[in-house]
Nanobody, 124 residues
């Protein structure tokens, strides 16, 4: 069992930055691929980024590539999403996810565990 708690969301102007954190419980955190998803009002949840258990392999949605960076600290049981050059279209609830499989498969959606989400609002 893995419990995920996100933090770091908020209101920011376009062009600004935010850093999301996701703290995970459980001793097996390092065995899981981790990902970030987001859901905007009236839209389906979509993949944002993923990272493998060791942190060497990362994957990004085309819409955030070059602006967002996913990373993890297995000693702290935490995964991060650094978001730069934010745009109003990045406004959404951001969810942390854990999957006991290869990180790249998270691009297709689905995970074993989900956090409760944190709101990110980007004003124009």
């Amino acid at each position: 069992q893995v419990q995920l708690v996100e933090s770091g969301g908020g209101l920011v102007q376009a062009g600004g930055s935010l850093r999301l954190s996701c703290a995970a419980s459980g001793r097996t955190f390092s065995r899981y691929a981790m990902g970030w998803f987001r859901q905007a009002p009236g839209k389906e949840r979509e993949f944002v980024a993923a990272i493998n258990w060791g942190g060497r392999n990362t994957y990004y949605a085309d819409s955030v590539k070059g602006r967002f960076t996913i990373s993890r600290d297995n000693a702290k049981n935490t995964v991060y999403l650094q978001m730069n050059s934010l745009k109003p279209e990045d406004t959404a609830v951001y969810y942390c996810a854990a999957a006991n499989r290869e990180a790249g498969t998270l691009r297709g959606g689905g995970a074993d565990y989900w956090g409760q989400g944190t709101q990110v609002t980007v004003s124009s």
